[in-house]
């Protein structure tokens, strides 16, 4: 295989773009030369090269991760190589645009200098044929799908024994959580409103944790004030956190539940249902694919039907039962082997 580079706008510890690029670095191993970069969390600069010191050859791959608005999208553009586009894809502007302006332009122009590439790309990536459709409709004409790794050694360690203490000393009923971003797309407002009611109706001492880092401030904020103004206790906000502590979260938790709009792949989805805890999701983006029949899928929101709905899935002891082991199978067919085929597959091709 030539010398492969990943384009990687903001390589973090934590970012599921990272770790995805990180994941494809293993599987290219002596083949890979490094990530080029606009910026680098301190411990990850090794082996990271920013893009205005690059220097590649026409026969290097370059793999850019499409998700944000970059310079990196400029540059790769007039750079002589194989170029391949990994789309992460790009929430549409109109979800953010009332919290925060200035990032529905920077995701209008993501999409633009993503446009700009179609005609160049020797092939694009997507996570799901959701995700692929989009990159078709952009121009690309080289397409395949490339479903993300969901890696049973990142959160197989210990879990954080702090968290799991703490969870377990506050439960006396049951406990939804939701992982992912606070993103508008996400509608985390309408899982407060369902949980708002399931609590009221069913679960008098249920919890919902929501675990995941802020997108943007003032929807962040409107959430907060949402819940104190609905007056709903026991929403809980854990910010980012680390693997041990998900892994305690997911360990705790009696269903993994989603009011999600769009989503181009779902992998907090896949990782709840790795630790045999039932889905229950809005049939939104390509949720349907990457869930399949391991879950339970809605498609009308009717925040009284969804929160029946998790009190019938959470009062069946057998159903929850089925529904772990069929979560347990359907993560296994996203697990280390079957993204290694994948990889070589499609890589081998530009070789």
């Known amino acids: 295989m030539s010398r492969?580079?990943?384009?990687?706008?903001?390589?973090?510890?934590?970012?599921?773009?990272?770790?995805?690029?990180?994941?494809?670095?293993?599987?290219?191993?002596?083949?890979?030369?490094?990530?080029?970069?606009?910026?680098?969390?301190?411990?990850?600069?090794?082996?990271?090269?920013?893009?205005?010191?690059?220097?590649?050859a026409p026969t290097d791959v370059l793999v850019y991760h499409a998700a944000h608005a970059s310079p990196l999208g400029?540059?790769?553009?007039?750079?002589?190589?194989?170029?391949?586009?990994?789309?992460?894809?790009?929430?549409?502007?109109?979800?953010?645009?009332?919290y925060d302006p200035g990032l529905a332009v920077a995701l209008a122009r993501a999409r633009s200098e993503?446009?700009?590439?179609?005609?160049?790309?020797?092939?694009?990536?997507?996570?799901?044929?959701?995700?692929?459709?989009e990159l078709q409709e952009m121009g690309f004409v080289t397409t395949a799908t490339l479903p993300l790794l969901v890696d049973p050694a990142r959160l197989s360690g210990p879990a954080d024994e702090s968290v799991m203490a703490r969870l377990r000393a506050g439960k006396r009923g049951h406990d939804l959580l939701f992982v992912s971003r606070l993103a508008p797309n996400k509608r985390i407002e309408d899982l407060v409103k369902v949980f708002a009611i399931y609590r009221r109706a069913w679960c008098r001492e249920a919890r919902l944790f929501v675990v995941g880092r802020p997108d943007t401030g003032a929807y962040a904020e409107t959430l907060r004030r949402f819940v104190e103004r609905l007056g709903v206790e026991e929403v809980h906000f854990a910010g980012r956190v680390g693997d041990a502590e998900l892994s305690a979260y997911?360990?705790?938790?009696?269903?993994?539940?989603?009011?999600?709009?769009?989503?181009?792949?779902?992998?907090?989805?896949?990782?709840?249902?790795?630790?045999?805890?039932?889905?229950?999701?809005?049939?939104?983006?390509?949720?349907?694919?990457?869930?399949?029949?391991?879950?339970?899928?809605?498609?009308?929101?009717?925040?009284?039907?969804?929160?029946?709905?998790i009190d019938a899935v959470l009062g069946d002891e057998a159903l929850r039962a089925r529904l772990a082991a069929a979560g347990r199978l359907r993560a296994a067919a996203f697990g280390p082997l079957a993204f290694e085929a994948r990889v070589r597959e499609l890589f081998g091709s530009l070789a």
């Open 4 to 56: 492969v580079f990943q384009l990687v706008p903001f390589l973090e510890r934590g970012d599921a773009i990272g770790g995805h690029a990180r994941n494809l670095a293993g599987v290219f191993g002596p083949s890979h030369g490094g990530f080029v970069v606009q910026r680098a969390a301190p411990e990850l600069a090794a082996g990271t090269v920013r893009y205005e010191d690059a220097v590649v």
């Open 74 to 98: 400029t540059w790769v553009a007039g750079v002589d190589a194989v170029k391949v586009v990994d789309y992460h894809g790009i929430t549409p502007p109109e979800f953010v645009r009332a």
């Open 114 to 133: 993503l446009e700009a590439l179609a005609g160049q790309a020797d092939l694009a990536i997507a996570h799901s044929v959701y995700m692929e459709r």
């Open 250 to 309: 997911y360990r705790c938790a009696d269903a993994f539940v989603s009011m999600s709009e769009h989503e181009g792949f779902g992998l907090p989805w896949i990782e709840a249902m790795s630790f045999g805890v039932p889905v229950l999701a809005y049939a939104a983006g390509a949720l349907p694919e990457t869930i399949g029949d391991a879950g339970i899928l809605f498609s009308d929101i009717c925040y009284e039907e969804v929160a029946a709905l």
